[in-house]
């Protein structure tokens, strides 16, 4: 073992064309181990031993500020934290590293950190004179430049050349400025100087940095050659925007990362911090499942209820639930309206809740797994008021699913999942909202909003066709929801504590509507393929000790399993990344 081990270290090389389906872990640290900067002298109590995660730096200065690891149970409330004190107004910055890591499209990278101000309460004038408004925390992700530092450093040449992307928090809840912002950030001044804008930002207190404990995550996306970004606090999306790649290129932002940093700006501020995390998390393979009633068979029983035009086209089998009373079904030639053919045509003559139903092969949500539902839609002759409400959703049948037509409740209102609520009518009180639907009846019952309500009447059904979609994305413990009209984003929202990450079924209806005909067609439902366990290196299906050795054979052969971190390279720093991907444990 000691010889393969110093081949390990002795050895570096390159595999390309690597491909994960699951997110990976580059920096995970609970500050349980006491040592802010790994320098072996605890600066706090050790809670836990193994928690080394990372060595933390000053940059920029270190006179004026102390740092040290202290218990913050009643604050942050999860053991240790980084607890910072400062004297300065200059800008006193933390930072550690990672694997170079670059995004390609399709591919994200996530900053989650948890934060709290512990001047209490918070002084509205500080020694520079700033006020509540005017003194901000800020933390993001960067590209180092190949100038990283390996210990608390005052030259400032060393790190103010790296590039990335912050957030700016403003502390407490005065009115002095904007609340919550995102921002590209050139060379210049690390987490300060000239920024570049992403079109967001948003003023509400709840989002600002106070004595209380926020849980902050940062999410960057690339889209094409733009980088999209998503501000997430305490579960709620607080803002999204979008760097197009023309303003990346001038400002010579790109989308290479190796460097966390935070701190404060525009004054002395003292906080704590715990539980920073960057995850990087490349798009799964997914399968996509389709229906166009072209086999004019909508419950695939081999009886046709209408034309038939591709008998190869047998999609989903649809039921209805919750009552065929005031509900009629056909399979009609809808080629002069929805424009593809056939269509499933549903004549509603009741306000009570008529549902129709399909399952799909289930699907377990791993983090960063993504489910889609997207179809075609239009009423047909007119267009109810706006209190009249379409619906539809992704669910999971909790062991019941449903295999014939019934009217029987019982077997879906047991059901969690997320829905979607599109006003029909298109007046300026038009909305569409997104639903966590608690157990009690599927598609209606008492179901809390997620996230924000688009009162854009632009979105609501009208008379023509459109195009929905619902994306639920696995973030952690919390679950991001996206909603689509036409291709344009609706309306989102993230669910803190979801019921279920089990999806086994699709639903769509009407609700509180006493007269309606519309046409659906043309579904899809997007799958994220089989998640596969990095940690899992000898293939036995569970992370176990004998991947350990496992994984040494990898490196010294240079096997494609030793990439554990994802950045396409096979060197020591794997060895790192399997230990955090062991400890995650397999899906």
Known sequence: MRSSIRTMIAMTGLVTGLAHAQPVTLVSDGFGDGDRDNDGIAEGPVTDGLDIGQAWYLARGTSSVTASVADDSGGIDSGNALDV????????VFITTFNPTTLSDGERIIMRLDVRITESPIDPVDSSGAGNGDRRFRFGLYDGKGTNITADSIDNTITDDDTGYMVQADLGTADGGTTLTGRGDPAGILLGGSTVSMSASTSDPAFAATNDAKKYEFIIARSGDDLDFTLVVDGFIAQDGEILAADLAANGLTYDFDTVAFGTNGGAADYRVDNVEVIYVTPSETTATMDGFEDGDRDNDGVAEGPV?????????????????????????????????????????????????????????GDGDVIAFQFDVRIDGFAPTTDRRFRFGIYDSAGTPITEDTSSSSLSDDDPGYC??????????????????????????????????????????????????????????????????DGVEATSGVDPTPDTFDFDQIVFGTNSISLISYLVDNFVVETPDEVVCLADVNGNGVADPGDFNAWILAFNNQAPQCDQNGDGNCNPGDFNAWILNFNAGCP
């Open 85 to 92: 004190i400062s004297d300065s107004a200059s800008n006193r």
């Open 309 to 365: 035009n591709d008998l190869a086209d047998t999609g989903f089998a649809w039921y209805y639930l919750r009552g065929l009373g005031g509900l009629l079904l056909d399979v009609v030639d809808d080629a002069t309206g929805i424009g593809t053919g056939n269509a499933l045509q549903a004549l509603v003559s009741t306000s009570s809740t008529r549902a129709m139903v399909a399952s799909i092969d289930p699907v377990s949500l």
């Open 420 to 485: 979607v609520q599109v006003d029909t009518g298109t007046s300026t009180e038009s909305s569409i909202t997104i639903r966590r639907d608690l157990i009690g009846s599927v598609l209606s019952g008492s179901m809390p909003g997620i996230g924000a309500t688009s009162d854009d009447p632009v979105f609501a059904l009208g008379l023509g066709t459109r195009t929905l979609r619902l994306e639920l994305e696995r973030s952690g413990s919390e679950m991001l929801a996206r909603v689509f009209v």
